[in-house]
């Protein structure tokens, strides 16, 4: 469809875009130029290739507002009117108005095969007594890990970082490899994307079954200003007139996907 008729289609939806945007005619999405496997300036993240999707659909150019997902994020670019979209925002945060959520996932438990700790499935399970887990610093599985007596013998990484020049899931996945810890508790995406990568690959186990300290499975979406209400609807429509292949990108990245059962996505299941 040409841009034209694109965007005759949206006024007649009652979905005039052009108080609302940047740019009408340019899919402006906030990033993070070094934060894989969400996003880089290379266009190498998921974001990255949902973006791309998104703005095949919408017959729009696709330009990025890049800054290091720290504080101030939110503010600095899509509250300064730098973009239009974060294409990864948690439900619940109040930072920015979220979308419907496109995908779902957990915090994992990363582990070596042959190490015997690859059916561990919960943070209370006997086996991870006296063993050295990685934790990024004040993230939710923090909790379930001291509730289960794990901290004691736990190596935390910083959770605030430059990721231009730093990434403390990488740090971890490298002392898991080399032996300094014995399992690795990380973000899913970041989990199963870098598991993939260490040779031998990694095992990952969603940690959708703790009993103790807070769930840690979240819903995903993406974050818009408060005021924009036309925009909000129309990434809700792509969303779900996009889903499967939206699923096929995450899939390809290792994430690991779940339905509202706790139970994983597969390729086969991805549509």
Not at 6 to 21: C, K, P
Not at 49 to 54: D, G, M, R, W
Not at 134 to 155: D, E, H, Q, R, S
């Amino acid at each position: 469809m040409p841009l034209s008729a694109q965007m005759s289609v949206q006024t007649s939806e009652g979905t005039d875009l052009s108080i609302e945007l940047v740019d009408p005619k340019v899919l402006r999405v906030c990033a993070d130029p070094r934060n894989m496997p969400f996003s880089d300036e290379k266009g190498e993240g998921f974001e990255n290739k949902i973006a791309e999707l998104l703005a095949d659909k919408l017959h729009k150019k696709l330009e990025y507002a890049y800054m290091p997902q720290a504080t101030g994020f939110v503010r600095l670019t899509l509250g300064a009117h730098r973009c239009d979209v974060i294409m990864g925002f948690p439900q619940g945060d109040d930072l920015a108005q979220g979308t419907n959520p496109y995908y779902r996932t957990a915090y994992a438990l990363v582990t070596k095969p042959g190490s015997r700790l690859e059916e561990v499935a919960t943070l209370s399970d006997e086996r991870l007594k006296g063993k050295h887990l990685g934790i990024i610093a004040g993230t939710p599985p923090g909790t379930n890990m001291a509730v289960n007596g794990l901290m004691a013998t736990a190596k935390p990484y910083p959770l605030v970082i430059d990721t231009r020049i730093d990434s403390s899931a990488e740090a971890m996945i490298n002392d898991l490899t080399s032996g300094q810890i014995d399992a690795a508790v990380l973000w899913g995406p970041m989990a199963g994307y870098y598991a993939r990568k260490a040779d031998p690959p990694l095992h990952v186990t969603p940690l959708v079954h703790e009993q103790s300290g807070p769930k840690l499975a979240y819903r995903i979406g993406m974050g818009v200003r408060a005021a924009d209400q036309n925009w909000k609807r129309l990434l809700n429509r792509l969303i779900r007139e996009n889903q499967p292949a939206i699923n096929k990108i995450l899939l390809a990245y290792g994430v690991p996907l779940l339905d509202e059962n706790d139970q994983q996505i597969t390729a086969d299941r991805a549509d």
